[in-house]
């Protein structure tokens, strides 16, 4: 695995497959998140240190080498593995932009959902192959897989957006989303 390539990059090719997990190509850093990564997340927290013997890892994100500076569109795709937290659905962290900068998500396997937080209003946008979500300046943004297989999509993003988690720490995200009887349960908090 390459990591970040140094400035100032050629143009290049990039090759992904839309339907299986597999390494981006050319690759770059590999971020993995544990159940340990997610802490103060889930609304069951007792659940959620139960979890922690076995640590299963809740999601990756495989970028491309593009690095994350000015001016550059790095671009990452993350697989979000099925499964619950005492019936709350799996989830990115979720993170606020540093700088007021937006961001796409293109659907590519599995199904999910994408969670906005503007500090007021919690918006969601069921997400599956094929479906492009737009992340406007200024909402926190969270994935989140509400099927029984994996859910994977490509994000691209300005290379100076940063990544504030401490924001969806104190802010929360609006919504809760789990898995209810009707099938994706939003609950606010
Ligand atoms: C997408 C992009 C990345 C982000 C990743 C995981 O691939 O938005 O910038 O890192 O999702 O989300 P998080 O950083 O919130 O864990
Ligand atoms: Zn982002």
């Known amino acids: 695995m390459s990591t970040f390539a140094t400035p100032p990059i050629d143009p290049m090719r990039i090759t992904f497959e839309t339907r299986v997990t597999a ?4 690759s770059g850093p590999v971020l993995t998140r544990r159940m340990s990564d997610l802490k103060g997340l889930f ?8 979890s ?8 990756e994100v495989a970028s491309t080498p593009v690095p994350e500076i000015e001016g550059e569109l790095p ?4 697989t979000i593995h099925p499964g619950t937290v005492a019936g709350e659905f799996h989830m990115t962290k979720g993170h606020m932009h540093t700088r007021p900068r937006g961001e ?3 659907g ?8 906005l937080f503007d500090g ?4 969601w946008i069921p997400m599956e192959p094929g479906v492009i979500g737009y992340i406007p300046p200024g909402w926190a943004h969270r994935s989140v897989n509400t099927g029984d297989e994996p859910y994977r999509f490509l994000a691209v993003y300005p290379g100076d957006s940063g990544h504030d988690y401490d ?3 104190r802010n929360g995200m609006g919504y809760r989303v789990f898995s209810g009887p009707a099938g994706t349960d939003l609950r606010p908090f």
Request: avoid cysteine.
């Open 120 to 123: 007021n209003r919690p918006e």
């Open 43 to 50: 609304a069951d927290t007792s659940e959620w240190e139960r």
């Open 167 to 169: 924001w969806v720490l």
């Open 23 to 26: 390494p981006m190509s050319p």
């Open 104 to 106: 796409i998500y293109l």
């Open 75 to 78: 671009q990452s795709i993350t």
């Open 108 to 115: 590519l396997s599995g199904v999910g959902g994408l969670l």
């Open 52 to 59: 922690l013997a076995e640590d299963r890892v809740v999601y």
